[in-house]
């Protein structure tokens, strides 16, 4: 969706949108050299409104926020995928691994 | 939803409506789903609350559910699809994730470490690293922006926006202006730390701007019009009669713009300057002026 859709759909002044982006909170998709904005772009968005009306938090807080925000959908993301990983392995491999695993915990 | 929702809240049945928001916001930041993805329990427990703030939060439907004439289920929310949803799901675009958290896992060139800083699904090939430059600019410039030419060292330029208030050694990031990533991988970030030169007039307390200004002793007696520097042009300020040295005036709205919109405050404290060389006349006035022996602004020292 282009910027304006985007603004309308979060009831957002496009000044606010400019300041986002310029904090990269949020980052248009590039498509043919157009950026647009994804449904998740404004999942995102409605986040930054809850964090900023809800609770009150300020733009420090939420530029340090949105960085974890991003961090633990990474981490999450990586261990979803070696999750999967060690699931693809034989039995014996899975076992060996959980041992490991419960050594060190 | 059907539990008492002043129950879920936390809260009395005669609590304030500033006793209800803020028992929300706490649940709020305790609850809510995309600051806790992967917990069903928070979340269920989230929009049981934001249910309960939803009636409780607005006075008219609070009033309606005390007389009954609503239960607790009339105030459901609309379905919401949190951030988390479209960050976790297969084949989830990679924009935002970000796996620097996993920068110090394992040694260098052990086999999972490229699994590990690889940035999402999509990409396969790492990024470029990032490059930090700095810069100085003027006052006004990082007060009110301005567009900035940078020359990198290998010659190009980058055209540069520094953003209404930018504040001494604020990074500014240019995506994709860093090395290019090996293998055809996206480029990395140029960095560039601004560095605002100090101003002889203004000084910078947050968003709000301060100046000394030195005013005559006629002008601290009489008060009367003055015209006072602010960072977007001059303006004319009324001097209150008597100001001493000290006195602080405030110029609303003539500070810094704020990142989130609305600007600063220009405090402007005076300071009296005496005539310079002395006047024989003043001397003479003051040795006349009997008031004068009688006022000691140090009373307060005692003695």
């Known amino acids: ?105 | 939803m059907a539990n008492d929702p002043y129950e879920t809240l936390g809260v009395a049945k005669n609590a304030t409506q500033k006793e209800i928001q803020s028992a929300y916001r706490k649940l709020a930041k305790k609850l809510h789903p995309d600051l806790n993805p992967g917990d069903k329990n928070a979340e269920d427990r989230f929009k049981e609350a934001s249910a309960a703030y939803a009636l409780l939060g607005d006075e008219e439907k609070r009033a309606r559910f005390d007389k009954g004439d609503i239960d607790a289920t009339g105030a459901e929310q609309a379905a919401r699809n949190y951030y988390k949803e479209y960050a976790a799901s297969p084949g989830a675009d990679t924009r935002y994730q970000s796996t620097s958290g996993f920068s110090d896992f394992g040694e260098a060139d052990d086999i999972f470490s490229s699994f590990f800083s690889r940035r999402g699904h999509g990409q396969t090939h790492a990024r470029g690293r990032d490059l930090h430059f700095a810069m100085e600019v003027d006052f006004l410039e990082a007060v009110n922006g301005a567009k900035k030419q940078i020359t990198l060292p290998d010659r190009t330029t980058l055209d540069l926006q520094i953003p209404p208030g930018t504040q001494d050694g604020q990074p500014l990031r240019l995506r994709g202006k860093g090395e290019p990533g090996p293998g055809g991988g996206p480029a990395g970030d140029a960095l560039i730390e601004v560095h605002v030169r100090p101003h002889p007039i203004f000084t910078r307390d947050g968003d709000d701007i301060r100046i000394e200004m030195p005013i005559s002793l006629r002008e601290a007696i009489l008060g009367g019009k003055v015209l006072v520097p602010t960072i977007s042009g001059n303006v004319t300020l009324t001097l209150p009669p008597n100001s001493s040295t000290g006195k602080t005036l405030r110029l609303k709205g003539k500070g810094v713009t704020k990142r989130g919109g609305g600007s600063g405050d220009q405090y402007i404290t005076v300071k009296v300057i005496l005539p310079d060389p002395a006047d024989p006349d003043l001397a003479a006035f003051a040795t006349s002026w009997s008031a004068g022996e009688a006022q000691n602004p140090r009373r307060a020292w005692g003695g």
């Open chain 1, 1 to 105: 969706m282009r910027h304006s859709e985007f603004c309308e759909r979060l009831s957002i002044e496009h000044s606010t949108l400019s300041i986002w982006m310029e904090q990269g909170w949020v980052v248009p998709a590039k498509n043919d050299g157009r950026g647009e904005f994804h449904d998740a772009d404004v999942a995102r968005g409605l986040l930054i409104l809850d964090l900023s009306e809800t609770m009150g938090v300020n733009h420090e807080g939420i530029d340090v926020i949105m960085a974890l925000v991003d961090q633990v959908h990474g981490l999450r993301s990586k261990i979803q995928a070696l999750t999967d990983a060690i699931r693809d392995q034989d039995e014996q491999v899975q076992r060996l691994i959980l041992q490991s695993l419960e050594r060190c915990s």
